[in-house]
């Protein structure tokens, strides 16, 4: 008899080795697995349990169907036993009136699934029963489904035309105009700024951020301008920017978008920096418009700290802003 054996009862037996013992209890494992196996999951929502998949939970299912001819049938956005596929490209493809409607057209299809699947996993994991289909989330106050689209659709936007220039900080203090551009949103990125007291600059750059959107190089614009000011001495300071949203992110107004967390957690570090976050139309923003396209084309880091160093562009904007002359802007007044 080998070693690692021994005799008993007329059988031999050997030490199973750590190897062994895993396979046995995987083995087992396995064969429990397929005992308790149910099968494919079948639909919550049938009368007759049908195996669940992905068309039809969203599209062939009972309450799937029903739920879009409720919302596409008054709008004409024909079902007719389409895939889900297709039944989502008649409502993203279609031809929609203006801007609101279209935003309708591209948003109704996600809630409808993402309720769907809610409706899903209430009835499969916390017993919940469905009544008839009632979305509360898509309910507007006093208005019917039909009544909102038809409102939605005869929007029509008014356009108004007003003077925009820069604007001088109050005496003694600073201002930092920073932009950032992305040709491509995302694709290749750069961004600007220039920093005056008074009609004055004092420094000036532009810079390349590689790939990124056109938010990430707004944000990555400022924050290299307010660091650059930093480093130079300058601890107070007004930042007066084009981007809105990021104007009120910085303004705790709105959440903050993941893409640009970092970058917005850096800002509100030195945020005591800039106690003044300002908002202005791009045509009062064009040296730092124009520097950020520098930035992204040359694909290199400059730093400024003469006007005559700028580029030309930039030069003859910065010398508009000094003698205050007005750009003409468009300006949506009214919707509705």
């Known amino acids: 008899m080998g ?68 919302f596409g049938a008054p709008v004409g956005v024909g079902w007719s036993g389409s895939s889900f596929r297709v039944c989502m490209a008649a409502w993203w493809e279609g031809r929609q009136r203006n801007k609101p409607l279209r935003f309708v057209h591209q948003v109704v299809p996600l809630m409808i699934c993402w309720h769907l699947w809610k409706a899903r996993n209430g009835m499969k994991y916390e017993g919940k029963r469905i009544v008839g289909a009632h979305f509360p989330d898509c309910r507007v106050p006093s208005w019917s489904w039909i009544q909102f689209y038809l409102a939605t659709s005869t929007w029509k936007t008014a356009i108004s035309h007003r003077l925009v ?31 005056r007291d008074g009609g004055r600059m004092v420094l000036a ?19 290299f301008g307010v660091k650059l000011c930093l480093q130079r001495g300058i601890d107070t300071l007004d930042v007066e920017l084009d981007s809105l949203v990021l104007v ?45 396209n520098t930035g992204c084309l040359q694909a290199r880091d400059d730093i400024y700290l003469a006007a005559l160093d700028l580029p030309h562009l930039a030069q003859g904007a910065l010398f508009l802003d000094r003698l205050g002359v007005p750009s003409l ?8």
């Open 3 to 70: 070693k690692g054996a021994a005799a008993c009862g007329g059988r031999s037996w050997r030490r199973r080795t750590v190897m062994e013992q895993a396979v046995g209890g995987v083995r087992r494992a396995k064969l429990r697995g397929w005992r308790s196996w149910k099968g494919p999951s079948r639909c919550s929502f049938c009368p007759s349990p049908e195996i669940e998949t992905t068309e039809h939970l969203f599209g062939d299912g009972v309450m799937a169907q029903y739920v879009w001819r409720f």
């Open 165 to 195: 220039k820069w604007v001088r900080p109050f005496y003694g203090s600073l201002k930092l105009n920073t932009d950032g551009c992305s040709k491509g949103n995302p694709g290749l990125s750069g961004g600007g700024g220039v920093l």
């Open 205 to 223: 750059f532009s810079c390349s951020f590689g790939l990124a959107s056109s938010m990430q190089a707004e944000a990555r614009a400022l924050l």
């Open 248 to 292: 009120r992110i910085l303004n705790r107004l709105v959440r903050c978008p993941w893409g640009i967390h970092t970058e917005v957690q850096q800002l509100i570090g030195v945020a005591s920096h800039f106690p003044r976050i300002l908002h202005c139309y791009r045509q009062a923003n064009q040296v730092a418009d124009t520097l950020a």
């Open 329 to 336: 802007c468009q300006v949506v007044v009214r919707e509705g």
